[in-house]
Structure formats: structure tokens, C-alpha cells
């Protein structure tokens, strides 16, 4: 039977036949060994491979032709009020707002009642989006909850 000494003495030899090789080798020998494989990396030529650029022709993209979408309002320069609006409508894909309306405030500042009173005129608006089916189909399977 081994007492606790002998149990202690053995740990400390394994300790000093892993550990004290260790630390000196990666004292003595890793600020040599650094430079040469880290150089040896750096200069190893790239992999080549088989395969070759290819022109593919793209039909026409004009949208000038036969569409009559409109290009969106665009500002760099929001005012205060279409701010809130912006962050009050941001939602996530599981239909959840980004923001709460105490966190809209934080963001924007200015008048809290102003604010949250605007953030509930946006949320309260239905959404009247009318989706086809393939369109549900694709919302369902990108994760996008129905609303």
C-alpha cells in the first residue's frame, strides 16, 4: 500500500519528466524554431488548379425597358420623426421587433412621449401586404414567420 508521501513524490517526478522539457524547450528552442516555419509557410507556392476563366454572356440587364418600377425615396438626411419611423418598423426574421420602444427612445432621444407615441402609431398600422403562394412558401422556408 502507497502512502501520500509516495503518491506525492511520484506526481512531482512525472511533473518534472513532462513539464521542465516543456518550458525549456519552448524558452531555448521556439524563438529559433519561430522564424524557419513561419518562413517555410509564408514562401510555400499557392496550390495550383485546372481551372480556367470563363465568359458567360448575360442578357440584357437595362431596366429601362418595359418596367415601370420606381426608385425608392432615398436620404442620407432623415428627420427625427422619420428616424423613429425607420427603427420602429425594423423587425427580425421571426417577426419580432429589433427594438422596443424604450430602446427606440434611447436611440433617438428627444421627447419620450413624442417618441413612444410615435413608435405605437407605426406598430398599431396592419400590414396589408398580400403575398402570393409562392411567396408564402418561399417566407416559410427561408424561416420568416407569417404575420
Known sequence: MQTLGDVVTAGLILAALIVVPYKLAKAWL???LRPVIMSR???APPQKTDIEAV????????I???TDWQMPRISAYLSDDEFVVFLSRQK????????SANDVYKVTGGNRNEVLKIVS???ATPDFSHRTPEQEQQRTELGIAKR
Open 30 to 32: 521556439w524563438p529559433y
Open 41 to 43: 509557410l509564408a514562401s
Open 55 to 62: 465568359f458567360i454572356p448575360v442578357s440584357d440587364t437595362s
Open 64 to 66: 429601362e425597358d418595359e
Open 92 to 99: 427580425l426574421r421571426d417577426g419580432k421587433y429589433r427594438l
Open 121 to 123: 402609431q407605426v406598430r
